[in-house]
Structure formats: structure tokens, C-alpha cells
């Protein structure tokens, strides 16, 4: 078989940064957890018609089918990977209902795929961590301000870079859209959902072309864009533009509850930035996106929002909110910088020396006593020389070296960092907690 080349976009980490990751997704689902957030798994595939109906993703959607078609799996061709866990759940609810208590709160840690340009930070196979409630009919705007105080604990747990998550309402930007006589909101939302990318001047072009603005109005759609605040004085600062409307009226309040509860709960942490639009169709309320300090270049590595006409069956509608936690784009970002390490790359604390081929079911009996205790622990791979059994410890990582007594004599452990050896019994010894398990730092 010759060599094999490397996809572009689908990671595989190695295992010490799959050890980092496993150590990461427990931190952020003990978090949710802790939120009342249960765990939920949708399959991999939807109906593409479901997947297509909301949002500009069509160009990044993955179709799936069989190499070999037949009469029986003529509706494969129907049917593609999700791009995210949004749209799944949704369905799930829709599918479920009678059987879901509302307002129903659950996390899903799974992969999604996106047919995208992979580059740092962006991949087409990833895993994101989501969490949304929703219920039936109305959701209470309270759960929108519950959101950043989960998504800011569960990255305060991890040892990365400090996060604001930028918060905006989609209701004050329609408002003022059509307060100041725009007839396509939507289309407006998503030119100044670019500025980031293209700057002002394009963004102004594109409202015209896009959303029929004139001059006056394009510059009126920036001015809402550079508004950014930590605190609720952006609603000062929208009202003295001198637009109004309902809907705009009904934003400014949601946010204001928004920020005020993040900043009770967490100074610092959100900021309310009137640029944030998010891309996709769906949201219709508080939208976020996250910044990694020192990382912003690469753009948001948490987003959400509000949704109310997701999902809908008949005359009862199911209206959300979420947000989700893109963990692959996170991980890559800092392990491209040499920001994260662990401090093994295996799990092993312990590894036990074998004497001779003879004498390995002693060797095993102690490697099971270290085991029922909670010491990872595995067991030498051959009887050599006791120093190339040490040396494959070191190769390994592994910090500890148990030597089985002879002929009646203790055992004893070794610190082949320190070279400190003591007597042990397999029954009573532990390493210090540090080396129990693999640190993340």
C-alpha cells in the first residue's frame, strides 16, 4: 500500500491532544450538566429537504449515498450529513413532542460536517458542543440571558485564553431596518453580517445592491453596526440615532435584560456589539458569538441564538435558543499555537516490570491490584533487561516503575523521573494525585 495522503479538513489529533480534548468535552459537559442540560444524540444524516430549508448552506451541505444504487435505496440521493445540531434537534422535537417535558433543556456533543475551504480554525469534519431549551408556543425571554452564563462557565473551566461573548438582538437590527424604511430586513441583516470580512464601504455597497438601500440609509445601517457597550448604555446610544419601532423597542429591552444578567453574574464577560447578525436565517431574537482574546482574527469560536420558527407542527410552534461551542475550532487554534499540553501522552501512571516470561502472572496480579484501586497501570510488553524496560517507560511517558519482589523480598516502585525508589505493596501505594492522571495545562 503506498503512503497515504492526508485529507484536508478532517483532523486527527494525536493521542496526547485526543487526551486534551477528551479532558476538555468532560469540563464542558459536566458544566451543562450542572446547568440541567441532559444529553441527547441525533443520527448523522437528515432528509435534505429538512436541512436546506433554512439559511445559506446549501453549497457546504455533504450528500450521502451508496456507491452501488439499487431500486431499494433510491431515496439515499435525499438524504446529507448535518452541518450542525441545531436543525436535528429541531426535528427531534418535532418528532418526540409528546414525550418531552417543556421547557425541555438538553446538550448534544457530537460531529457535524461542512463542506467548506478548510484554513486554521475551520474544518469540514468537527465537533461542536450545543446546548438549547425549548418550549411550546413561547419561550420566556429569561432563557436568552441564561445562555452566556453557561457558555462562560464551561470555558472557564478549561485552561485556555479568557473569552467575551459579543451579544446583539436581531429585533433591534430589523426594527431599525425598517424604521428607517428598508423593505428587506433580511437581506440587510446579512450585508452587515460581513463587515468584518469586506468593511464598511463594501458592506454599503452590498446594502444597496442586496437590500435597495440608498446612501442616507446605508449609512444609517453603520452607524447601528459600531455601536458596542459592556453594559446597557448601548440603548442610550441606539435610541439617540433617532429611529423607532416596535420591534426595535422590544430588542433594546431583551438585551438590556441580557447584558445586565451577564454582568451580575460575570463582570466582563458579554458585551453588547450591534455588528453580530450571524448568518443563518433562523434566529430571530438575541444572537452571540464568542472572541478568544489573542485569537480574534480567526472569528468566533461559540455562536447562537434565538429561534422561534424552527420547528412547528400545525398550529403549535416550538420556539428556542441555543448555542454551541465549535470544540475542534477551538482545540486547533490553540494547538497550532503550543498553547495546550498534557503532561503524558497516555493514561499509564504505572507500568509494572516482569522478571521473566515465568514470572509475569506476578507481575499481572499486581497490575490488577494497582488497577482496583484507580492506578492506571499496564503491564511490561517483554522481559528485558529491567533498564530497556525502564527506557520504554520513558518513551512512553509513563512516570512510575514497579519492580515485583523476588524470592519473598518486597516490592518496590520507582520515580524514573527523580530516580527515587521505595518499598511498596500494591494493596496500599498511590502516586501523588498529580500523576494519578494525565494534567491538562
Not at 154 to 181: D, H, M, W
Not at 254 to 265: D, G, I, P, Q
Not at 292 to 311: T, V
Request: aromatic letters at 8%.
Amino acid at each position: 500500500m503506498s503512503k497515504p495522503t492526508p485529507i484536508s479538513g478532517f483532523p486527527e489529533w494525536t493521542p496526547g491532544q485526543r487526551m486534551v480534548e477528551q479532558y476538555v468535552l468532560d469540563k464542558i459537559r459536566a458544566t451543562f450538566e450542572l446547568y440541567g442540560f441532559a444529553p441527547l444524540e441525533t443520527r448523522a444524516v437528515e432528509p435534505l429537504d429538512q436541512l436546506l430549508r433554512k439559511g445559506e448552506t446549501s453549497k457546504e451541505v455533504y450528500v450521502i449515498r451508496r456507491l452501488h444504487a439499487d431500486a431499494d435505496s433510491a431515496g439515499d440521493d435525499q438524504l446529507g450529513l448535518h452541518f450542525d445540531l441545531t436543525v436535528p434537534f429541531a426535528r427531534y422535537v418535532l418528532e418526540n413532542a409528546g414525550k418531552l417535558a417543556f421547557p425541555f433543556r438538553r446538550y448534544q456533543i457530537q460531529k457535524v460536517w461542512r463542506g467548506e475551504r478548510p484554513q486554521e480554525g475551520r474544518y469540514r469534519e468537527f465537533v461542536q458542543a450545543d446546548i438549547d431549551i425549548v418550549d411550546r408556543d413561547t419561550l420566556a425571554p429569561h432563557h436568552e440571558a441564561e445562555m452566556p452564563l453557561v457558555i462562560g462557565d464551561a470555558l472557564r473551566s478549561l485552561p485556555i485564553p479568557p473569552v467575551t461573548i459579543q451579544v446583539n438582538n436581531r429585533k433591534i437590527c430589523e426594527g431599525f431596518y425598517r424604521g428607517i424604511g428598508l423593505t428587506d430586513p433580511e437581506a440587510a441583516l446579512r450585508a452587515v453580517d460581513k463587515l468584518d470580512k469586506i468593511g464598511p464601504a463594501k458592506v454599503a455597497e452590498l446594502l444597496a445592491q442586496t437590500a435597495g438601500a440608498s446612501e442616507a440609509q446605508a449609512k444609517a445601517c453603520l452607524a447601528l453596526a459600531e455601536i458596542s457597550a459592556p453594559d446597557a448604555s448601548f440603548a442610550d446610544a441606539v435610541r439617540a440615532l433617532g429611529v423607532t419601532d416596535p420591534l426595535l423597542d422590544e430588542g433594546i429591552d431583551e438585551l438590556v435584560r441580557v447584558v445586565e444578567t451577564a454582568t451580575e453574574h460575570s463582570p466582563g464577560l458579554c458585551v453588547a456589539d450591534l455588528r453580530i447578525a450571524r448568518g443563518l436565517d433562523y434566529y430571530t431574537g438575541t444572537v452571540y458569538e464568542t472572541q478568544l482574546r489573542g485569537y480574534e482574527r480567526f472569528g468566533s469560536i461559540c455562536s447562537g441564538g434565538r429561534y422561534d420558527n424552527l420547528a412547528s407542527a400545525g398550529t403549535t410552534s416550538y420556539p428556542g435558543v441555543g448555542i454551541s461551542i465549535g470544540v475542534t475550532r477551538l482545540l486547533g487554534l490553540l494547538f497550532g499555537a503550543g498553547e495546550l499540553s498534557v503532561s503524558r501522552s497516555v493514561p499509564t501512571a504505572v507500568l509494572v516490570a516482569v522478571t521473566d516470561e515465568e514470572h509475569r502472572g506476578a507481575s499481572n496480579r499486581v497490575a490488577e491490584a494497582l488497577r482496583r484501586r484507580g492506578v492506571p497501570t499496564e503491564v511490561s510488553p517483554s522481559a528485558a533487561k529491567f533498564g530497556k524496560q525502564i527506557r520504554y517507560a520513558e518513551r512512553r511517558g509513563i512516570p512510575y516503575v514497579w519492580f515485583p519482589g523476588a524470592d519473598g523480598a518486597a516490592d518496590e516502585v520507582k520515580d524514573i523521573r527523580s530516580g527515587e525508589q521505595v518499598t511498596a505493596a500494591a494493596g496500599e501505594w498511590m502516586p501523588p494525585r498529580e500523576d494519578l492522571t494525565p494534567t491538562v495545562s
